[in-house]
């Protein structure tokens, strides 16, 4: 980085002084990134060497803590499923649909506390939110423990998604306060490969713990398992989250600057702490808002039936119930596969939706396959193949959080945003459940055959946002030009780095002051620099 007009005394000095100032004073409605910027007194050059060097530093910092967290909450939520399969319906006496609304009532609290979730996110410090958060739901697994009737079960589980509603949302805020926008759906998708990860060792864990021999039922040994490891963590994770690149105890200074400033060309700002109506209006007046509700909506009915009956479709082919979750073991494998997968071809290819569309091709074998073939032994094999395929389908939401979350400039826009997203993936997950029922052993065809309309239905969805985006860009260029500014600009946040960069670049400008509404909190639609992606 090179600094202008800053002698050593003067930037000593701001250590001391600056980094506790900018995170207390700030101008109501400015981000919090542009008063700390002005506060430094000087211009600050991101060249790509520094680029890489503060990335390296950010990603050893952040990811080990979101990817354990994600990967209890993953772990937390498939605790259900695996309970199941060791005695928990039969153990609690459920009836009909009662195991389903057991599965569906987690999002019920989810759906009603996004809008809460939003609000937190701009107005809290984001590691000490989620920290408390994480806290509150892993003591309510171990809580779960005690629960011996469907009244209990389902407070528990009430509770255990009210406090859950916060993880996902506060992980992209995070990732849309720290990366630049190419590098934000790599680490969209890293996190949420955990799902995978928690489906692999997930089975392996509960395959040992089923076979503890306690007074306590195997689920009850799962729940406790589970519940204090979160606990432990959510320490952890109160003494070493940051809440803010500004905020960063483990970068100095100067490169808390180049943290801020590589994210100049995002366009999107980082947080302001101030909550603004005029933004919210913007997020329902928006056509994008609902096509990303309709995209998680449509995605989460199928996420939420195989999630929670993914272990009984297996059952149904005729294995055991330590079969059953040995063989859950590859759907994790294949859901790591299309999420890290997913995001690398995104990435190599510079599209999204394209990526999208090909995500929802084997799904729709799967489904198709799992509704023709019997259930006689000797199709099991096959079976079990049309079941892995429907395992891409989570590689579709995190590029789906990533596709809106680089659409969205300004700090209250994000989170009201974010939380439409989580309201759609919400109801899609309290829908899906019910569309499976354990009467319906060992073909289920209902939610079989939902699942396959939807995908084709999700596949239209993802043809038509790119056509909104193509008409979106060509909006934004006619501005520019009323404005006497170049038609078309280049798009930096979406650039990756190369051997052949230059390496005095200076990677947060160019030319015709593009980037100069970046850090006032302004939203896309009203900046005109603002390049919407595909």
């Known amino acids: 980085m090179q600094a202008q007009g800053k002698d050593a005394s003067t930037v000593a000095h701001l250590e001391g002084d600056a980094d506790v100032e900018a995170s207390k004073v700030v101008a109501r409605g400015q981000d919090k990134a542009a008063l700390f910027l002005q506060q430094a007194g000087h211009q600050v050059i991101v060249t790509p060497e520094d680029d890489k060097r503060i990335l390296r530093k950010i990603d050893w910092r952040l990811l080990p803590i979101v990817l354990f967290v994600y990967c209890l909450q993953s772990l937390d939520k498939t605790t259900l499923s695996y309970a199941s399969v060791f005695g928990l319906i039969k153990d609690t006496n459920l ?15 989810q759906l009603v506390f996004q809008p809460i979730v939003a609000y937190s996110l701009v107005k809290f410090p984001l590691g000490k939110f989620i920290s408390v958060m994480v806290l509150c739901w892993g003591a309510v697994l171990c809580g779960m423990t005690a629960a011996h009737d469907f009244g209990g079960l389902m407070a528990a589980r009430l509770l255990l998604g009210a406090f859950e509603a916060s993880v996902a949302p506060t992980f992209i805020a995070v990732v849309q306060m720290w990366y630049r926008r190419r ?14 990860v928690v489906n692999m060792l997930g089975s392996l864990l509960t395959y040992g713990l089923g076979h503890i021999d306690s007074h306590l039922h195997s689920y009850q040994i799962i729940f406790l398992f589970c519940g204090c490891i979160t606990v432990a963590f959510s320490i952890i994770m109160f003494l070493f989250m940051p809440d803010s690149p500004m905020e960063a105890k483990f970068l100095k200074y100067e490169e808390k600057l180049i943290a801020i400033e590589r994210l100049r060309m995002n366009q999107m700002g980082i947080g302001s702490g101030v909550w603004k109506w005029d933004h919210v209006l913007e997020a329902f007046l ?42 859950n073991m590859p759907f994790g494998a294949v859901q790591m596969i299309s999420t890290l997968g997913g995001a690398w071809l995104s990435n190599r290819i510079g599209m999204k939706s394209v990526v999208l569309l090909l ?94 309309a939807l995908f084709i239905v999700l596949a239209a969805l993802i043809l038509a946002g ?41 990677l947060n400008q160019t030319d015709e002051n593009v980037g100069e509404h970046a850090f006032e909190d302004v939203t896309d639609l009203k900046n005109e620099d603002f390049i919407y992606v595909y």
């Open 466 to 506: 790119m056509l909104l985006i193509r008409i979106l860009n060509m909006r934004q260029a006619k501005r520019r030009v009323a404005l006497n500014k170049s038609e078309h600009i280049t798009d930096r946040s979406m650039m990756g780095h190369s051997k052949n960069d230059d390496p005095n670049e200076a």
């Open 95 to 109: 009836k009909g649909d009662q195991f389903s609304w057991l599965g569906s009532v987690v999002y019920v609290a």
């Open 359 to 452: 995500l929802c091709l084997p799904p729709i074998a799967g489904c198709v396959i799992l509704l023709v073939v019997g259930r006689a032994p000797s199709n099991r094999a096959v079976l079990l193949v049309g079941y892995y395929l429907i395992s891409f389908y989570p590689g579709i939401s995190p590029l789906i959080y990533s596709w809106s979350g680089q659409n969205t400039g300004g700090d209250t826009k994000r989170k009201v945003t974010t939380a439409m997203l989580f309201i759609g993936a919400s109801v899609g997950n309290i829908i899906g459940p019910l569309l499976f029922k354990p009467s319906e052993k060992p073909r289920y065809t209902r939610g079989l055959r939902v699942n396959l």
């Open 286 to 327: 928006d056509l994008k808002t609902y096509l990303w509700f309709f995209l998680m909506l449509v995605i989460s009915i199928p996420s939420g039936g195989i999630s929670t009956f993914g272990p009984l479709i297996i059952e149904s082919f005729g294995f055991e119930k330590f079969t059953t979750i040995l063989f």
């Open 183 to 196: 590098e934000q759906t790599t680490r969209n998708a890293a996190w949420y490969a955990m799902l995978g």
